[in-house]
């Protein structure tokens, strides 16, 4: 188990040239190129992990299904990925699945001690940058897309970019934080897309 700092803000979309420039202004390099990501998170009935989330609850866990594609379809290499959240930083467990499981999840929801059964609420899509300044990793997501599973007729277009800073214990990640030269917000997809989903209808395209 290796903990790790992970700090998610979201940006105003306009900055992302400028934030390009400051990374490489600060010895930053591509780790990787940049891919699409899907997401699909998983809550109980009355969205306990939603609610310890936006109260910054600890410990706490989430879970989602992630593949690295832009169809949200789970039918390439899928993971279930259990995040954890704990006093003494967060770590993430990883494990491949096969079809048979996916639609398992998908149709019964999973199981987690504490929580009772989760099931699958929103998809999450967006195209992903890879950074690195001084083994501190800098994630950036733009063309974010939220999905209602139960209402996926529907996609909302979030507007903004999110920074996603990861580093180990050891490492300074707050330095790189207080001098960023943009303005900050904490961020997370899942709540971000609920909120978006039920009460933001301004961005709401009908895919039929």
Same mark, same amino acid.
């Given at each position: 188990m290796t903990f790790r700092i992970e700090e998610k803000f979201f940006l105003n979309s306009k900055n992302f040239d400028n934030l390009i420039i400051w990374i490489k202004s600060n010895n930053g390099i591509a780790l990787y190129p940049e891919r699409f990501i899907s997401s699909l998170y998983f809550d109980t009935e009355n969205n306990i992990a939603l609610i310890e989330s936006e109260e910054g609850i600890i410990p706490r866990k %989430?879970?989602?299904?992630?593949?690295?594609?832009?169809?949200i379809d789970f039918k390439e290499e899928v993971t279930i990925e259990k995040k954890i959240t704990s006093e003494e930083g967060k770590y993430k467990i990883s494990n491949k699945l096969n079809q048979?499981? *996916? !639609?398992?999840?998908? +149709?019964?929801?999973v199981f987690i001690s504490g929580y009772g059964v989760l099931y699958? %609420?929103?998809f999450v899509s967006y195209k992903r940058y890879y950074f690195s300044i001084n083994n501190i990793n800098l994630n950036i997501d733009? @063309?974010? +897309?939220?999905?209602?599973? +139960?209402? @996926?007729?529907?996609? *909302?277009?979030? !507007?903004?970019? *999110?920074?996603e800073l990861k580093s180990s214990i050891n490492n300074n990640i707050f330095s790189i934080i207080e001098n960023l030269p943009f303005n900050k917000r904490r961020f997370s997809k899942y709540s971000r897309g609920v909120l978006y989903l039920n009460r933001n209808r301004s961005n709401i395209i009908n895919n039929n």
């Open positions: %989430k879970i989602r299904l992630r593949s690295y594609q832009k169809i048979k499981q *996916v !639609s398992k999840y998908i +149709k019964k929801g699958p %609420k929103i733009t @063309n974010i +897309k939220y999905n209602n599973y +139960k209402k @996926n007729k529907f996609t *909302v277009f979030d !507007s903004d970019i *999110v920074l």
